[in-house]
């Protein structure tokens, strides 16, 4: 299997843009998760889906950022307008409920908002 | 919420020594998982634990979850430049929630 695939691996946006980012699961796999990583507040949960349903977007930071699960095989994580304060590394991860719990990652997306 | 604390926050050894890395939980555990990251890539998975006083092995690297299951460490015997990274510890507390992580602990293996 390919894997967690995320794209783009790297974006640099100026502040007040937006921003996609883009997720496709493993194959079969039917949870999905956003985290953002950055050096003070280290990975951080931001929103989650089982079978495409959001089931807690309580992490996500405020209205700007928001987030779809169209179908089973992609998923895309959008800030409108984006800040500086947005710079960090995004990942998507996928898991098959009731496996363990054993999440996958993809490789993320390092965000620079100049 | 759980809340997990890794120590140390960075560590630098000798090529072929010993370390451990600590990982110590708010509540108890449903389960740890040991991951690792390499600069500028996602998360590896490494190891599950789930019993208390459970012990894994791969390679050289063996982690450990206490009889409480509050605390879990990882050794790594004997290492080498290809165990440097980040290694992060991620809790599940109740079997179905998306994994809490610590901060992780940067490892550096100089030769």
């Known amino acids: 299997d390919a894997g967690v695939i995320q794209s783009p691996r790297h974006e640099v946006t100026e502040m007040g843009q937006e921003v996609t980012l883009r997720c496709k699961p493993i194959?079969?796999?039917?949870?999905l998760f956003w985290y953002r990583q950055t050096m003070m507040r280290g990975l951080e949960l931001l929103i989650y889906?089982?079978?495409?349903?959001?089931?807690?977007d309580s992490g996500m930071p405020e209205d700007r950022f928001s987030a779809k699960m169209p179908n089973a095989s992609f998923s895309t994580l959008k800030i409108q307008p984006s800040e500086p304060r947005d710079s960090a590394v995004y990942f998507c991860?996928?898991?098959?409920?009731?496996?363990?719990?054993?999440?996958?990652f993809g490789a993320g997306t390092r965000l620079s908002v100049l | 919420s759980q809340e997990l604390e890794q120590s140390p926050q960075s560590l630098i050894v000798q090529e072929g020594k010993n370390l451990t890395i600590n990982c110590t939980s708010s509540?108890?555990?449903?389960?740890l998982y040991w991951y690792k990251q390499k600069y500028g890539e996602g998360l590896i998975f490494l190891m599950m634990?789930?019993?208390?006083?459970e012990e894994k092995s791969h390679e050289k690297i063996t982690a450990k979850l206490d009889e409480k299951k509050q605390q879990s460490s990882l050794h790594i015997t004997a290492s080498q430049p290809s165990h440097a990274g980040i290694y992060l510890c991620?809790?599940?507390?109740?079997?179905?929630?998306?994994?809490?992580f610590g901060k992780g602990t940067r490892l550096s293996v100089i030769a």
């Open positions: 509540k108890t555990l449903y389960g």
């Open positions: 889906f089982n079978n495409n349903v959001p089931i807690d």
């Open positions: 194959s079969g796999h039917n949870s």
């Open positions: 991620g809790a599940d507390g109740s079997g179905n929630t998306p994994l809490v």
């Open positions: 991860a996928s898991r098959l409920q009731g496996a363990k719990n054993i999440q996958y």
């Open positions: 634990l789930q019993k208390g006083g």
